[in-house]
């Protein structure tokens, strides 16, 4: 026992003395220095590569050192990176490090240096650094070549939003130098009078040729030079998605994935990434040629299972992805193909396809699915090879769409495509009754008889309709009905019918037969049945109307109503216990009016107009303004009225008026109020809450005023356009009272005129009765006028002409003779010249005297020819002149002998004929030519025979000794009375 404790105390001793000398030779020769150190350059991936040596390492003996490495950018004391490198080192071995500096190794210079540090479990603690090894200094600078300007670094390759460093190196310091990144200007950091650096953070994708960077020197306004570099910038690679593989008949698998962004660039700086398939448990790998797929080869043993993983590397990253699966729980079945239809009629089809086989007792899930009428049906059915199905319940003459796809029953995958074809059913008799309604027009005699119907939908048509067939049947006489076959796809159709009752059924009718029928009745009474109509509210929904049930019996209601602009009818159909509903179309329009009526349909399928309703699915302001009159103007009042303004075709239910009024006085008149205008103008309003009432009396006006006017109606959704103001000034007061005086006088003359016009026949023959026309008398009747054979004849019996007056013209006039038209010139005879006419002795019977009158009212201008002849007849003539001649006969001869042949033509106009009575006196310009105490005529009772000369007739002018101014005519044949 002491011998054993001895012997372990000498073993102690002696290893704690072996360590000891070892400790104390190491930390002779520690902390390790490393020596030989040298740095060279790579520009292009702008980093510094640093190797070195450690020497008194112990001979074949390996350490684990730990280098501290320092980086100083233009002098040594500008510390930029400080970083450890721990590896293990053997004797005498050349380690190696890099560093990638952000700023270009050519814009400064760097400085490099090293030290060291034991970091091995077998020395004891504590560990010392060694000293620093000198500095190494690195400069590119020096190999830049001629030039005054360089930008770094040359054509770099980086990823979108990276932070890159890039900086000029000019050599002339009195340069101005301003950098440009693609066209905007940059500011960076000079790090010496000849280097400034520019920091670019997040730089982005531009486009695939790179971002253009350049600078340009310049003194003054001289530009030195431009020099620039192109940056390009990568899009990020992005790891695969949805990598996944299958196989389709065991003998390859098909691998898919999405690669996302294609990171290459222009002039092939960096082409695009590449990918490698790699699987694990064969250790096989394999390139792929292309981007997002990639085949393998299944080899004939037995592997099921499978590792593969999916690199995606490009020149600055490289991603991977893995999956690991059971080959046959990856099979994607090849499609289905030959789907064709049998058996195919109205309702039924057999479906039938075939699927591609893969291994024996295999089997297959196919789904269907079936489109139609815009439902889609879905079925499963499992299959070994061949697949076959029913399709039952098919709407007839309706056009399907079957398609299949399978997948494996055993372990689902993924299925097919789809695989189809489509087929249409056979037409089947329409299932349904056509819907139909009608507008009946009672007139005297007969009904018009306006019937519609809706066609059927295509799940009730099946198939197309071709016709429809309307039976008109006579109630009262059941024997009489009538048939009408009216083509598709005609809607309506016009029935004219006498009072009675009648029955109507429509069918629908395609190419298999005819739809149940749809009927109605029309009473022989007529339907124009008074109702009240009452208004309602529309919303955006539509209009919800309601009713009171009809007592009675009754199988339905029915709403009608016409939709516009095309004011075509429509209909609802709402059940026997309803009494509302909900009129809702995209046709109703704001502001327009809708009228509603609601029918009750007796078990007599007979209808009855139950309620009339109207209103609008969104009331609008009116649309226009009424014409308004001004009426009964005062001097304090006028009244306005509109009665021509109608309500009805207005876009909302006019619910009043509004009347403006201005004045200068800019005061509000009774019942008027204040009211501000859109223009900001200020005027009175009067609101009139009855639409019915369209007149107002404004008064309380001041006389001789000036005032403005307009009228507006005004619904639920405001009032009708902004308009006009009209003009009216009030009278001044004191003329409506002249007025009212003025006004029946004017009233009495005309009255009096009238009278007076109505009285005027009355009034002539009283005052100035008709004389018979000078042309006319019979004493022309003597003379026998050849030369005028239209002469007319006067034939008076009881008067005999007194005297002839002949108006000689002034000296000049030319006269021609009747039948030898030879011209004389009258001599100026100053005073007229008389011709007494006296009876003879012999035909003298009546008691006294004849006194004669002259007349002046005829004075008859010729108007046959070119002159006249003035004869005019004294009252009275001379006892001198008495006697000269006793007889017509004389009176005749002489004229024919002295006047006849030298009668001259006088011109239109110079010649007038007077008419003398037996009972007139001479005129007062004549007196002077007749004796002063002229002998009395016998007296006369009556008048006589008058004498007109002829137009072509004038007596030759007498000669100054003769003083025969008037020739007397006696009518042997005339008696006095």
Known sequence: MALFVVFQTTFFLTLLSLRTYQSEVLAERLPLTPVSLKVSTNSIHQSLHLQWTVHNLPYHQELKMVFQIQISRIETSNVVWVGNYSTPVKWNQVLHWSWESELPLECATHFVRIKSVIDDASFPEPNFWSNWSSWEEVSVQDYLGRGTLFVFPKDKLVEEGSNVTICYVSRNIQNNVSCYLEGKQIHGEQLDPHVTAFNLNSVPFIRNRGTNIYCEASQGNVSKGIEGIVLFVSKVLEEPKDFSCESQDFKTLHCTWDPGTDTALGW???????YTLFESFSGEKKLCTHKNWCNWQITQDSQEMYNFTLIAENYLRKRSVNILFNLTHRVYLMNPFSVNFENVNATNAIMTWKVHSMRNNFTYLCQIELHGEGKMMQYDVSINVNGEYFLSELEPATEYMARVRCADASHFWKWTEWSGQNFTTLEAAPSEAPDVWRSVNSEPGNHTVTLFWKPLSKLHAN??????????ENLDKPSRSELRSIPAPANSTKLILDRCSYQICVTANNSVGASP??????SADPENKEVEEERIAGTEGGFSLSWKPQPGDVIGYVVDWCDHPQDVLQWKNVGPNTTSTVISTDAFRPGVRYDFRIYGLSTKRIACLLEKKTGYSQELAPSDNPHVLVDMLTSHSFTLSWKDY??????????????YLKSKARQCHPRFQKAVLSDGSECCKYKIDNPEEKALIVDNLKP??????????????????????????TPDEHSSMLIRILLPMVFCVLLIMIVCYLKSQWIKETCYPDIPDPYKSSILSLIKFKENPHLTIMNVSDCIPDAIEVVSKPEGTKIQLLGTRKSLTETELTKPNYLYLLPTEKNHSGPGPCICFENFTYNQAASDAGSCGHVPVPPKAPPSMLGLMTSPENVLKALEKNYMNSLGEV??????LNYVSQLASPMSGDKDSLPTN?????????YKMQMAVPLRLALPPPTENSSLSSITLLDPGEHYR
């Open 268 to 274: 092939s700086k960096q082409p695009s990434q590449s």
């Open 463 to 472: 198939g197309k309709i071709l016709f429809y067939n309307v039976v008109v």
């Open 934 to 942: 002229p002998v009395e005529p016998p007296h006369c009772s009556e």
């Open 704 to 729: 001789e005023s000036f005032y403005e006017f307009f009228v507006t109606p005004f619904t639920s959704a405001g009032e009708g356009p902004n308009a006009t103001f009209t003009k009216v000034t």
């Open 517 to 522: 029928a749809s009927i109605i009745v029309i």
């Open 646 to 659: 109608s309500t009805e075709s207005q876009p909302g239910f006019i619910q009043g008026y509004h009347v």
């Open 907 to 912: 011109p239109a106009g110079e010649t007038s």
